[in-house]
């Protein structure tokens, strides 16, 4: 079945580091999301990337869409003691029928100030 | 606009019980999904609910049931409860198939 790996799976980065998650999908997918969990916290939604190569910004995040629409990135430049949390994507495959999201295992981020 | 809301927030139960965990989505929406979370399983699927149909299922074994009412309001249901079931049970809402999830602070069952 449709799986959505993540990598790497912690990163521990100094305040004003820059820091990439990487998401991908063995299959192709209809959309991507992206959400943030702080610690103790729940999932929050962060973006839904839809088109192939598709490139957003929020602030000092930028969310990539792969080409292929198999994978892809989160990159936060300049990492503040706020970025903490965990990101996760999420996606559905093109052939999945029932619109299952699928998410990814998350990405850790700890910032040191 | 209110947001996802779980009842009860923290739970400790016996191995053998069965418990039972409410969560009333965002008013509007009418899928509502279930997702376990333990540390280092990231979080596990386990179904979605739309419009009181159960439209997709994870791989959890039958002790893990739920049901969605006519107001959009989702239970789920574990019984025989064993110790591996300790984790955080999230809910999340959405209009439908492939929208945003708002989370709902989620219930800690712990199983002792």
């Known amino acids: 079945g449709q799986q959505v790996m993540q990598i790497p799976q912690y990163q521990h980065v100094q305040e004003g580091e820059d820091f990439t998650t990487y998401c991908n999908s063995s299959?192709?997918?209809?959309?991507i999301q992206w959400y943030k969990q702080r610690p103790g916290g729940h999932p929050v939604f962060l973006i839904q990337?839809?088109?192939?190569?598709e490139v957003k910004k929020q602030k000092r995040l930028t969310f990539q869409f792969g080409e292929a629409k198999k994978n892809s990135s989160l990159h936060i430049t300049a990492t503040q003691t706020t970025d903490v949390g965990t990101y996760f994507c999420?996606?559905?495959?093109?052939?999945?029928?029932?619109?299952?999201?699928?998410f990814g295992q998350g990405t850790e981020l700890s910032v040191k100030p | 606009k209110a947001g996802v809301t779980q009842t009860p927030r923290y739970l400790i139960k016996t191995r053998g019980q069965q418990v039972t965990l409410s969560c009333s989505p965002i008013?509007?929406?009418?899928?509502v999904s279930w997702y376990q979370q333990t540390p280092g399983q990231g979080l596990q699927f386990l179904f979605e609910?739309?419009?009181?149909?159960?439209?997709n299922k994870g791989n959890f074994p039958g002790r893990f049931s739920g049901r969605q009412f006519s107001n959009s309001r989702s239970e789920m249901n574990v019984s025989t409860l064993e110790l591996g079931d300790s984790a955080l049970y999230l809910c999340?809402?959405?209009?439908?198939?492939?929208?945003?999830?708002?989370f709902g602070p989620g219930t800690r069952l712990t199983v002792t």
């Open positions: 008013s509007g929406h009418r899928s």
């Open positions: 299959t192709t997918l209809s959309n």
């Open positions: 999340a809402s959405s209009y439908g198939q492939g929208n945003e999830q708002y």
């Open positions: 990337l839809v088109k192939s190569g």
């Open positions: 999420a996606g559905i495959g093109v052939r999945n029928q029932g619109g299952k999201l699928i």
């Open positions: 609910y739309f419009s009181e149909t159960q439209r």
